[in-house]
C-alpha cells in the first residue's frame, strides 16, 4: 500500500486553504514557464529511482512532449498536483515530498487517476516539468529552512527572459487551438503494425493471417507480447501506444469476429495472437484498411526484405472471350487491378466466404516454388463480391472452350446472364458481347376460335439480333437479359 494512504495525517491531501503555486495552460502546456523553487534542487535521480528507468523515460517524453496542462505546489503538505493528458484521456497526478534532512526536499512517492494508479509515467511527467530549467536563466538556489517558517513561505515561478504573465487568449483562440492540438494528441506515442502472412491450413488451401506488431529496439518489428484479444488490457491501453492506432486495430478486430450465431473455423491461433483475416465476412474491412493507409499504420510482410504491403487496391474480376488458334473461343476469368491488368500478380486467397476481397501475390514467386511466407502480397477489394463458381476459375485458372458453332448461343443465352455475375470483354478483339435494348412493354394478342381474343402484356427485349419476350410478372425467375429497375 502506498505510504501516503498509511499516514492519516497526509493521505487527504486535498486542496488548503493556502495559495498554491500554479503553472496552467489551455490544451497542452506549450513551455512550462518556470520551476517551482523549492524544487529546484530535487535529484531526479531519486525520482527515477523511485519510478523505474522506463517509466520515467516515458514521463520525460511526456513532460517535454507538452502532454503536463497543469501544474500546482501547495507548500503546506509539500504536493505537487498536476494534470497530463494520457493516452486514455486526462489524469489527476499528485507528487508527495518530505525533507531530505539537509533542508531541501526528496520524493516520497506518487499517485495517479490513470489505471497504473501509483508511481506511474505520469508522475514523473508532473515532477520533471516542474523542475524543467531548460532555457531559463535563475538565481542560485536558497535551501528551504525547516521549521515553521518553510511553511509561510511561498514559491516564486521563475519565467525564462521577459515573460512575467501570460496574456488571456482572444475568445476564438481557444476553439483553433483545440483543432490544432488535438491531430498532434492523436498520433503521439508507440505507432503499431499489422503484420500479414500467407499459411497453408490443414487441408493444403492457404489463408491470411494477421499479427499486431510494435517497432523492435533495433528497427524492424516485432510481435512482443502483443494479442488482438489483449487490447483492452492495462498494459496496452498504458503502454503508451498511438491511440489512433489502438482505436482501428480494436475496431478491425471487432469485424473479423463472426456475428452472432454464426459459425467460424481457424478463429484465432495461439490465444488470439494470430487472426484469419481472409476469413472476415464483412466488407467494412476495406474501410479500415483504407483508414491504417491514412493514419499511417502499416501492414506488412514477415520478412524485412519484402517491405511494407500497399494500400488495398480496387479490383474487379473480367469474363475474358478471346479466339482460339484453330476455331471456337476460350472463356476465361481475369482479374483488373486499379484499372490495369493483373497479369503479374498470381491471386491465390479470397477474402470472406462470399469474396468481397482478394489476396494476390507476384506470379513469379508463386511459380519459383517459394513458401508463400515469402511471396510479396497484394490485397484488392473487389467491385462486386464473385461468386464461387467464379472463384475457382480465377484459382484454378480454368479456360472454357466453345466451338464456333456454339458461340452465338453462348452469346444469345449466356452472356446476357453472365454480365450480372462480372463484366464481360474480348482482351484480344474477337468477340463482342450482344448489346441489350431497353425494355418495351407491349401488347400481346391471341386469337381463338369463336372470334375470341386473349390479351396480355409483356416486355420485348432486342437481344443482339434475337427478339426475346419476358412476362410482365417474374414469379421469381429472371432471364439474363432482363432489366428490372428498367422495367419498374
Not at 520551476?35 to 528507468?53: F, M, N, P, Q, R
Not at 471456337?328 to 486499379?338: C, K, P, Q, W, Y
Request: aromatic share 6%; proline share 6%; with cysteine.
Amino acid at each position: 500500500m502506498p505510504r501516503s494512504l498509511e499516514r492519516c495525517g497526509r493521505s487527504s491531501r486535498g486542496p488548503s486553504q493556502t495559495p498554491k503555486s500554479r503553472v496552467r495552460g489551455d490544451g497542452y502546456v506549450a513551455f512550462v514557464v518556470g520551476a517551482i523553487s523549492e524544487l529546484e534542487d530535487l535529484e531526479l535521480t531519486e525520482v527515477e529511482d523511485a519510478i523505474g528507468a522506463r517509466s520515467f523515460s516515458r514521463g520525460r517524453g511526456y513532460a517535454r512532449g507538452n502532454r503536463v496542462a497543469s501544474i500546482e505546489w501547495d507548500p503546506d503538505v509539500e504536493t505537487l498536483t498536476g494534470s497530463v493528458v494520457g493516452q486514455g484521456g486526462r489524469y489527476t497526478t499528485f507528487a508527495y515530498f518530505g525533507a531530505d534532512g539537509d533542508g531541501g526536499l526528496a520524493f516520497d512517492e506518487g499517485e495517479c487517476s490513470c489505471p497504473v494508479g501509483y508511481n506511474c509515467k505520469h508522475v514523473a511527467a508532473i515532477v520533471i516539468a516542474a523542475t524543467d530549467a531548460r532555457g531559463r536563466t535563475r538565481s542560485a538556489p536558497a535551501r528551504r529552512a525547516v521549521g515553521p517558517a518553510a511553511k509561510r513561505a511561498k514559491p516564486v515561478l521563475r519565467a525564462a527572459g521577459p515573460v512575467a504573465t501570460k496574456a488571456k487568449p482572444s475568445s476564438w483562440e481557444g476553439p483553433l487551438r483545440a483543432l490544432v492540438d488535438a491531430p498532434a494528441a492523436a498520433t503521439a506515442g508507440i505507432p503499431l503494425a499489422i503484420e500479414l502472412v500467407l499459411q497453408r491450413s490443414g487441408g493444403g488451401g492457404l489463408r491470411l493471417t494477421a499479427r499486431l506488431m510494435r517497432p523492435a529496439a533495433r528497427g524492424g518489428w516485432v510481435n512482443g507480447s502483443l494479442t488482438w484479444g489483449g487490447l483492452d488490457s492495462w498494459q496496452v491501453t498504458n503502454g503508451g501506444y498511438r491511440p489512433d492506432h489502438l482505436a482501428l486495430v480494436r475496431e478491425l478486430y471487432a469485424i473479423h469476429r463472426p456475428r452472432a450465431g454464426a459459425t467460424s473455423y481457424h478463429h484465432s491461433y495461439g490465444g488470439d495472437r494470430t487472426v484469419d483475416l481472409g476469413g472476415c465476412e464483412r466488407p467494412q474491412l476495406w474501410s479500415v484498411l483504407d483508414e491504417a493507409a491514412r493514419l499511417g499504420l502499416a501492414l506488412v510482410h514477415r520478412h524485412a526484405g519484402l517491405q511494407a504491403i500497399p494500400p488495398p487496391a480496387r479490383a474487379e474480376i473480367l469474363i475474358d472471350v478471346t479466339r482460339r488458334p484453330d476455331s471456337g473461343s476460350v472463356v476465361t476469368a481475369g482479374l483488373r487491378i486499379d484499372g490495369e491488368d493483373a497479369a503479374e500478380l498470381e491471386p491465390v486467397v479470397f477474402v470472406g466466404s462470399n469474396g468481397h476481397g482478394i489476396v494476390c501475390a507476384e506470379r513469379a514467386a508463386v511459380a519459383s516454388g517459394e513458401s508463400p511466407e515469402n511471396w510479396r502480397l497484394r490485397l484488392a477489394r473487389l467491385a462486386k463480391p464473385a461468386h464461387a463458381q467464379l472463384r475457382r476459375m480465377v484459382l484454378d485458372g480454368e479456360r472454357l472452350e466453345v466451338p464456333a458453332g456454339d458461340l452465338d448461343r453462348f452469346a444469345d443465352e449466356f452472356c446476357p446472364a453472365l454480365r450480372h455475375v462480372a463484366r464481360i470483354v474480348s482482351s484480344d478483339g474477337s468477340f463482342t458481347p450482344p448489346e441489350i435494348s431497353a425494355p418495351k412493354l407491349v401488347l400481346r394478342s391471341s386469337y381463338g376460335a369463336g372470334h375470341a381474343v386473349d390479351v396480355g402484356w409483356e416486355w420485348a427485349y432486342e437481344v443482339g439480333s434475337t427478339r426475346r419476350r419476358a412476362p410482365l410478372a417474374t414469379d421469381g425467375v429472371r432471364p439474363g437479359f432482363r432489366d428490372l429497375e428498367a422495367e419498374r
